[in-house]
């Protein structure tokens, strides 16, 4: 019988990621723009959809904020590992609100009671082959 393989991913820059980043925020600032509010009021959740852009692009894109997940591993016997930017491994499980689907893997994780990290792969994130066995891994057991 053959041992299971712990399985790395370790994600590129994904172009779609971006679009899909930069794209949502430009429509949240001009749903801001067009809300009857007074105009500081409109600046202020301006403001706050900016910095929102500005986190997700530094940590879901180019992944280098310090809450930015590096790399996610899956060992059969010890399950997911975390590494984040600043080096930390963090241990957690898959949370079953994880998204999977050809185009798009959302793995949603619970590190501990309240802590919650998510890891956006869009199809070109990965090579092939790992995205593949990522599916397969998640078919075969999704709670692991």
């Not at 010890?78 to 185009?103: D, I, K, N, Q």
């Not at 919650?116 to 990965?126: E, H, K, N």
Request: no cysteine.
């Amino acid at each position: 019988m053959k041992a299971e393989t712990p399985l790395r991913i370790e994600p590129g820059f994904s172009p779609r990621l971006g679009l899909f980043v930069v794209l949502s925020h430009i429509l949240a600032i001009m749903v801001v723009a067009g809300l009857p509010l007074v105009v500081p009021l409109n600046l202020v959740l301006g403001l706050v959809v900016i910095i929102s852009l500005v986190y997700n692009i530094k940590t879901r894109v180019l992944r280098t904020g310090d809450s930015a997940l590096k790399a996610v591993a899956l060992d059969p016997v010890e399950g997911w590992s975390l590494y984040m930017a600043t080096g930390v491994v963090e241990r957690a499980t898959l949370h079953p609100s994880s998204f999977v689907r050809p185009w798009l893997i959302v793995l949603n994780f619970s590190v501990r009671r309240f802590d919650r990290r998510s890891l956006i792969l869009f199809s070109d994130s990965l090579d092939r082959e790992t995205l593949r066995r990522l599916r397969v891994q998640l078919r075969i057991s999704p709670s692991r």
